[in-house]
């Protein structure tokens, strides 16, 4: 059976799994303290993060200027009927009685 093991059973190479990579002898690993390798002043974050509302007013303001939009679009839609209705009947009133002039 190990003259069998080095056959590959799938026929196209492209599908082989590659060769494992062997690393160099002369790499080291992290030293016990890494705090000489962060060069980024994460003091700056509050100050940038700070300039930004708060997610849950950043919600409300959203949630507000979807409302006033959806509100503007029915009141738009209203008026449209309004004027195809005007169209028909000029003095058409829904609240009222349609009365002849």
């Known amino acids: 059976y190990a ?5 590959p059973l799938i026929k196209s ?4 799994l590659p060769p494992p990579v062997e690393l160099p002898s ?3 690993p992290l ?3 890494i705090t ?3 060069v980024y ?3 700056l974050e509050q ?6 509302p708060p997610p849950h ?5 959203r949630r507000a200027r979807n409302a006033a939009i959806l509100h503007a679009r029915e009141a738009e839609e209203e008026e449209r009927e309004k004027a195809a209705l005007h169209k028909l009947a000029p003095g058409y009133n829904p609240a009222a009685m349609l009365v002849p002039t």
Do not use: C, G, N, R
């Not at 003259?3 to 056959?7: D, E, K, Q, R």
């Not at 007013?57 to 303001?61: C, N, P």
């Open 3 to 7: 003259a069998a093991a080095t056959v």
């Open 57 to 61: 007013i950043a919600i409300a303001e």
């Open 36 to 38: 000489a390798y962060f």
């Open 31 to 33: 030293p016990e303290d």
């Open 41 to 43: 002043p994460f003091t």
């Open 26 to 28: 002369d790499v080291h």
């Open 13 to 16: 190479p492209s599908l082989w």
């Open 47 to 52: 100050h940038v993060v700070s300039l930004q």
